[in-house]
């Protein structure tokens, strides 16, 4: 009796877990937006293969992308302030990783202190946590795959973010942002409110240790045995953990799923071409399909992220099926990473006030 209550009630909480993972948010498609976003993303790409530079090409979409993704939807009256702090933080972010990317010591320190740091801006709520996540999310990247000089990286990765930054804001032009809206303090007050709760705040201060520490800890794993795309375990693990372990379950679970769908998608287009301009293509496509479809769900933005930072990574360095195993392996390492940091790493704080707060 007692052993059927117990798999009545595992059943119970996994439905709750699914329904509250694949809950979608009803809404119309915001075209603009939509369309400022694939142009954020995709542009420097084309501009990078018609330069004959695609690396940088890269670079450059990978700001405007990120400084896109930062900014809220029309209904923010402050979403240029959100864009202007991820591009800053973005370009910084990028010179820090070339900087470091030479010495495993440095990347290790470097990943630990920024990504602590950055994890803060969660104060600020909904907003703050996703441009914590983005300007984390680059340098991550950007250290992965540095190659290029430092001064042509951060200038590409500057110039893509501000265009990206631009075309965001003139896609909202005239729209007028909801009356209930909450109107960002400021970033003054948000510093300090960030730099209050790291002395009083024990939620946030586990939360900024934990997280610094498991990304920088993926870090140092993959470096040393020098896996392929090895930030992967590095992005992975910084995007599922939250401040509470219910919320880094979720987020597991929609990281997980998301991810394994972006990647048959990406790897069904990879099939069928190596021709970097088709594969600009198929990343347009699918930054609109993302900026679309971003507010709906986080399994979905994380869907469609997903073969957008393939494709786009596929059009300067073609590996055929290779770039897609890898990415499926080094999710899963990921996912394994972070939900063991959530349960054996300063564990959920009792009552935190930070764990609706998720990007």
Known sequence: MQRTSEVAEVQRMTNDLAGEAFHVVD??????????????TATPLFVGLVAGNAQLGLFAALGGMNVALAMPGAKVSDRWIWGVLALVGSTA????????????????????????????????????????FVVSAVFVVTNGISS???????????????????VMVLAVLGSKPAETETTWPGLS??????????????SLRHHALRIGLTTALAVLAYRLI????????????????????????????????????????????????ANPWWLAAATALTAFSLFALRERNYHWLVMLLTPT????????????????????????????????ATFFVWGETPNSKLGSRSP
């Open 27 to 40: 809404g119309d498609i915001d075209w603009p937006i939509a369309t400022a976003g694939m142009l954020a």
């Open 93 to 132: 972010a990028v010179a820090l990783g070339v900087l470091t990317h030479p010495s495993v010591v440095a990347c290790v320190a470097a990943t630990f202190i920024w990504v602590a740091l950055w994890s803060t801006l969660r104060v600020a709520g909904k907003h703050g946590a996703l441009t914590g």
């Open 148 to 166: 290029a000089p430092l001064g042509q990286e951060v200038a590409c990765l500057a110039v893509g973010g501000a265009f990206g930054l631009i």
């Open 189 to 202: 007050t948000t510093l300090s409110q960030a730099r209050s709760g790291l002395l009083d705040d024990q």
């Open 226 to 273: 020098d896996l392929p795309y090895g930030y992967w375990v590095a992005l992975t693990a910084l995007a599922i953990l939250q401040p509470g372990a219910h919320t880094s379950r979720v987020r597991a679970l929609q990281r997980g799923s998301g991810s394994f769908i972006g990647i048959l998608a990406a790897t069904a287009v990879v099939l069928v071409t």
């Open 309 to 340: 930072v393939l494709l786009m990574i596929s059009t300067t360095n073609y590996s055929e099926l290779s770039i897609c195993a890898y990415r499926i392996l080094n999710t899963a390492l990921g996912i394994a990473l972070a939900l063991v």
